[in-house]
């Protein structure tokens, strides 16, 4: 499978179904003026080829310090623990996700679909505002509150080199009562991201989208179809 993946200076796929394994969510890096951060986890099975990636960028002379949950789901989540333990990382995530990363409830972070079982982390920074903006080494991380797909999804995103980067997970999906979906909320928080106006889209699993005209046609394309 492929190594780092670079979309932009300073902003890095380093995880996901084409470079890793098939089970887990597109993970993404972004360097700042002091160190690195996360963008999700995988599902666990390919934490030592995350590390090797993170390790390719600069790992452990250049530290990690921060990795953004943007929801619950194992996909997104199960290399949490795992991550957290082996780069001395903090864990951000959104307080209504703190059921399924904290609490680990299976109907929750969706373990059971992928036959693997998540292992709980403490998430050190709760998010709870509709938009929180965070100074990560200089960086500005721009976290907002997107409820639809889980009740605590986030969607991030970083102006950097002349550009606007929204790493959007799971826009497309998929929506389900067991966890909490809510339709209304997931086209509102759709009709948000919309007015963001980024040039690249970092997508849950599907990869990366540019220019802005085809991040919007991205988005509007899900819009219609729900």
Known sequence: MAKVQTITE????????????????????????DGMVIVDAGAGASVGSIIDN??????????????IATHGHIDHVGGLYELKEKLGLQVIAHELELPAIEEGLSQLTADYLYGLKYRSVKVDLVLREKEAVLEIGGQKFHCLHTPGHTPGSISVYVDTGGERILFGQDIHGPL???????????????????????????EG??????????VRAYIEGYLKRF
């Open 10 to 33: 300073g902003v890095y796929m380093i995880g996901g179904p084409d470079i890793t394994r098939p089970e887990d969510c597109c993970v993404y890096l972004v360097e700042t003026g």
């Open 54 to 67: 993170v390790r390719e960028l600069g790992w452990p002379s250049r530290k990690v310090s921060s990795l």
């Open 176 to 202: 389900s009562r067991s966890w909490g979906s809510d339709r209304r909320q997931w086209r509102e928080s759709m009709l948000r991201l919309l007015e963001l106006e980024a040039d690249v889209l970092c």
């Open 205 to 214: 699993h599907f990869g990366v989208y540019r220019p802005r005209e085809e």
